[in-house]
């Protein structure tokens, strides 16, 4: 049975700890970038969106309870996420990458930059790389 989601897994925030942001890094490849202002709004944002995926990911655990299957396996080339308990596949998800974190560099890299990810699970984020450079040189 083949379920057609979007896991969106918010990386962004390091240690899905809310209250650490204005504390943390900037993460993107420019070094000479200024962080943006942490005024009472963007921190709502912030965790108004934190708490929507939060939710949405609870949901979902719920629904497919995917910590309950024995084995996963992620191909990248179909952009297909498996889950399955013993050779019986239980749950298939069609997978799109958003962009990975480096805890050695505290960086975040979105996946567009990324020469390792394939464009079958890039193609849907691929469209937002300009808002990218329009965010960063807007502060």
Request: net charge negative; with cysteine; aromatic share 12%.
């Amino acid at each position: 049975m083949k379920q057609s989601l979007i896991l969106l897994l918010l990386i962004a925030l390091v240690n899905a700890n809310c209250t650490s942001l204005p504390n943390s890094k900037i993460m993107n490849t420019t070094d000479n970038i200024e962080r943006p202002e942490f005024n009472d709004d963007y921190i709502n944002l912030i965790k108004t969106g934190y708490d929507y995926l939060l939710n949405q990911q609870n949901i979902i655990e719920q629904k497919y309870q995917l910590r309950s299957y024995e084995k996963w396996y992620y191909d990248q080339t179909t952009g297909v996420l498996t889950f399955s308990d013993g050779d019986t596949i239980k749950l298939e998800i069609d997978y799109e990458s958003v962009g990975s974190i480096s805890k050695t560099s505290n960086t975040w890299l979105w996946a567009w930059n990324n020469s390792y990810v394939d464009k079958k699970v890039k193609s849907k984020i691929e469209p937002l790389e300009p808002l990218e450079l329009k965010m960063i040189w807007n502060h």
